[in-house]
């Protein structure tokens, strides 16, 4: 790529672009009206008008362009103001000026490029072009109807160069206005503060006032907010100054601020290097460059100090009667803004919160699910409905009094605020009715983790002047958008769904579609049933040897645990054990596969293989848990005689990517006493081969997907073989799942893998028909 040439008489022409006043101001509508016509005149995808500076191109105006600036040596436009004359580019890649460009390499992929120099005094300051992303040619009539629309686009600077010399004029007739008659500013505050303008906006303009009509004073406006000083306006004095006054205590003899909001009087401090009120701030006024200190309550409607106005000077100073009434007359003001404020914030309090439980109300909670719904359709994920009533709240409110009713709602809100995430909300609707909504559903699993919460946490005792109260909740449940897609319908179906929870029986929840309802009450059955199933012997493990490749022997094989449900017969691994892991009963079965799998395991080596080792699968549950510690099963294996070679423990990838310093501790603790770490599902996750570094790892298993569709000629055998390289180097048995056929058998054997596992082998095989397999093989 080459350089732009050079351009004549430079200086003269950046301090005619610099006169114009445009270069960084906001997008206007003006010259966005001449790209977006010249871009529809000429069919072309891209359009600007940019202007070239010392060492930038700044786009004014472009139309499908998502930048605002390049280099200047980067710069189609450079070249067009350097020849000062219509550049045309039919092809890029072409011509040796351009082919090398990043916005041709890279996006937007410019291919074609047609630009006509802006020309103000003689000078040219920028460009207006057109551009594309393939090759074209522009006949003699496209060329000068793009040179008539540069017409245009010089009008509009030029009228941009008068209208800055206008601004200044204006500048300078309101300083001067503001400087004769204060009054005036006097009067334009107090209508900003009738037409309700924002309290930042208002109380700077009190300050800039004073601050104009006398220069020599810095004015500083403190709002008083729970027996502390907040910033309000002082935007004269330096952030590190304010930033170290917010938040101060009011007291006596703090500061003059603090002084004056406690003793509701002015407070004068000619010195301040000298004054004791200002000895631990003495230091920050110094490096304020600040002297003395007026400093005059500002009074609220009844009389109290709501806040302090204060004039500071760089030096010693004392105000003389005129400027003390000047400073009450400017207090009086900024009281007249801050009660506005409070009232109005009062106000908008009462229209969008509940008074009794200081939750959002209706109207608000409208609000939140509308913006739910938005953020919805924004990350493609759905947005739950909840609406939540008390069980027989009417009897507690007739038979203990309403203020005792009251004190339960305000606790109950409490309790379902604890139970939800953070950009959850909840609102009252009135009564004992509440409306939740949870933000960013992927699956049901994550409502009824929030649902189970709330029923639990409502149903817990209440404690209320001593009274011992309880009571439960009915919940429906809706979906945006697989139910509804306006707000109002949604509260519709979930108030539906709340009486279905009601007529079921109360404290519970229902979905208000059946699919999902049917599919909710499934998952709850099967939990329930899980958890019997260890104790009712419904529980059972399926061995799967795995053979060497080089002995042909079986010297392990992989614990399996299956349910066979006295009604529903066997129900698969991957319906009950996502269940286990949900609920927290993965640990509880984890420990019982352990002890299963120990009582069987040291008979099999005294009878059939004394090398046999069994591997379990487990859970990244069981390694975080503190209070049941995955490493007791290191004291069993003590003390039942076994050896801590029997044993490999499988773990997932998911484990090692949230592994923090106790699981690691605890991997090596395995490690260490000598049980065999597995890495399970080998390849199918995310950078597996740098946990191979930092956890320890005896073997991994190659996934039964790569295995499936091997092939001799495709990419499966490749990465299996890469697998098999890479842990040989590292020292790492591999393990081959899967293995179905004599042709992938021979193909892994051929590879140098070490152990095969799959139905070629043999199936998962009960224990006695597992015993029956050791003793033929």
Known sequence: MRAPPPITNERERIRTLKRLDILDTPPEERFDRITRLVCSILDCNFSSISLIDEYRQWFKSAINLDISETSREDAFCAHTVAQQTTLIVPDTLEDTRFKNNP????????????????????????TLCVFDDKPRTFSSKQISELESVAKIAEAELHKQEYNALSNQLEEYQLRLAQTQKITRVRSAILERVVNAESLYTVLHDIVYAIETEYPEQICSILLLEDGKLRKGAAPSLPDFYNDAIDGVEVGVGVGSCGNTAAINAPTIVEDISTHPFWEP????????GVGSCWSQPIHGANGGVIGSFAIYHKGKAVPTADKMVLIEQFAHIA?????????????????????????????LMLEHLQLAMSSSERDEDKVAVIFLDLDNFKDINDTLGHDMGDKLLIECSARIK????ADDTVSRLGGDEFVIILNGIKSLNSIEHVVEKLLGSINEPYVLEYERVHTSASLGITLYPDDANDAKSLIKNADQAMYGAKNQGKNSYQYYTQDMQSSAIKRITLLNDLRYAINNNELFIEYQPILCFETREVVKAEALLRWQHPTKGRVPPNEFISLAEESGLIIDVSNWVFNEVCANVKHWQLNFSSDLQISINTSPSHYFNVEMNITEWLNTLLKKGISARSLMLEVTES??????????????????????????????????????????????????????SMTDVNNDKVLCEAIIVMAKKLGIKVVAEGVETREQFEILKGMGCDYAQGFFIAKPLGKSDFEAFLAKH
């Open 281 to 288: 701030w003495r230091e920050l006024a110094a490096r304020a």
């Open 418 to 421: 604890q139970c939800l995430r």
């Open 655 to 708: 484990l090692l990517m949230e592994a923090n310093e106790m699981v690691t501790k605890k991997l090596f603790q395995f490690r260490q006493a000598g049980v065999d770490i597995a890495l399970d599902d080998f390849g199918t996750g995310f950078s597996s081969i740098s946990y191979l570094k930092k956890f320890p790892t005896d073997i991994i298993k190659i996934d039964r997907s790569f295995v499936k």
């Open 335 to 363: 009281s007249i803004a801050i009660e506005r404020e409070k009232a109005s914030q009062l106000i908008w309090r009462q229209a969008n919160f509940d008074a009794l439980t200081g939750l959002p109300n209706r109207n």
């Open 103 to 126: 916005f041709v390499q890279g996006r937007p992929h410019i291919r074609f490029y047609a630009g006509v120099p802006l020309v103000i005094d003689g000078f040219a300051v920028g």
